[in-house]
């Protein structure tokens, strides 16, 4: 059974400051990765996706991916209290489960004003 | 904008009523997912549908079957609702096998007593 692992949080920062948000996975074939926001009641809604090792950052958000520690990250720079919701690792499968997305539990961001 | 619509926001149903639930995606998606989502559990995928009236069965199908005679339509069937089955139901659609990102409806909360 493939498995994606977050850190459990709660996770409590003050408006402003870095949250930093990670995930890690077990299967080794995986090539695409995904983070997903959740606010209380509503459906995930994708915020970045990461393909290749290294960062990609858009906006206040960066993902970091090595994918030899299989290893995700998420940063957000500038916390708003906008940001504070359950936020989603997932990671696509390999070979004939390419087409699957393996979620964590979630982290629960709560930003302070 | 991709748009996922699930057709009931809440559901109440009884022990052993058949229950439909409807999920319609308006980009020409080839590719639609049902999961539901529990506290503790996270998400998991019951079924996944990658063409019209084809559909493979995911990590939890037991107790759940699936229709897709349209592209755009994709049901989760309850056949005969338990009370283990009151949860979020979340459907998503993907582009096709190469685009891996998944866009979610808003959900479903079914709740049979």
């Known amino acids: 059974q493939k498995e994606v692992e977050q850190n459990s949080g709660p996770l409590s920062v003050p408006e402003g400051a870095i949250a930093s948000l990670n995930c890690t996975y077990s299967?080794?074939?995986?090539?695409?990765f995904f983070w997903y926001r959740q606010y209380s009641g509503k459906s995930p809604e994708l915020i970045m996706f990461?393909?290749?090792?290294g960062d990609k950052e858009d906006g206040r958000f960066t993902a970091q991916l090595n994918k030899a520690s299989q290893y995700v990250s998420l940063l957000i720079r500038d916390s708003q209290p906008s940001d504070s919701a359950t936020y989603l690792c997932?990671?696509?499968?390999?070979?004939?489960?390419?087409?699957?997305?393996?979620f964590g539990k979630g982290t629960l961001l709560t930003v302070n004003p | 904008d991709v748009k996922v619509t699930q057709s009931s926001r809440y559901l109440v149903k009884r022990t052993g009523e058949k229950v439909f639930l409807e999920c319609v995606q308006d980009?020409?998606?080839?590719?639609m997912f049902w999961y539901r989502q529990d506290p503790g559990l996270g998400l998991r995928l019951i079924y996944f549908?990658?063409?019209?009236?084809?559909?493979e069965k995911g990590d939890i199908p037991e107790g759940y079957s699936v229709s897709r005679e349209k592209k755009e339509r994709f049901s989760l069937i309850l056949e005969s609702a338990s009370t283990n089955q009151t949860s979020m139901y979340l459907c998503?659609?993907?582009?096709?096998?190469?685009?891996?990102?998944?866009?979610f409806g808003a959900g479903t909360r079914l709740s049979v007593l």
């Open positions: 998503a659609s993907r582009l096709d096998r190469r685009g891996n990102i998944q866009y």
């Open positions: 299967d080794r074939g995986s090539q695409s």
């Open positions: 990461i393909y290749s090792n």
């Open positions: 997932a990671v696509g499968g390999s070979g004939g489960s390419n087409y699957k997305l393996t």
């Open positions: 980009m020409d998606h080839e590719n």
């Open positions: 549908s990658y063409d019209v009236k084809m559909k």
